[in-house]
Nanobody, 116 residues
């Protein structure tokens, strides 16, 4: 099964930017739509963004206009560019198959902390 490895998280001040990456061990084209999810302390994991194999995108209302999902099929990598970060964006970020229907084993995630 495809393995997912997230990276790029860190500590950033409110209003700052960060880009996280997800490298897959196999073809993301074979998976189809890919998505980013996040889980904040004490909360359930939620879908943040989805990108189809053709490049169409969809975002949760909480991040619309601030986050941008993209993919590089040749590199089997999915990205999430996060701008205008807020403290409520603090969470562990994961990637998986998209549309809020994760089918793959979860990776370790990458911690994003927004704090002054």
């Amino acid at each position: 099964q495809v393995q997912l490895v997230e990276s790029g998280g860190g500590l950033v001040q409110p209003g700052g930017s960060l880009r996280v990456s997800c490298a897959a061990s196999g073809s993301i084209l074979s998976i189809g739509a890919m998505g980013w999810y996040r889980q904040a302390p004490g909360k359930q994991r939620e879908s943040v963004a989805t990108i189809t194999s053709g490049g169409g995108t969809n975002y949760a209302d909480a991040v619309k206009g601030r986050f941008t999902i993209s993919r590089d099929n040749a590199k089997n990598t999915v990205y999430l560019q996060m701008n205008s970060l807020k403290p409520e964006d603090t969470a562990v970020y994961y990637c998986n198959s998209g549309w809020g229907k994760p089918r793959l084993a979860w990776g370790q995630g990458t911690q994003v902390t927004v704090s002054s």
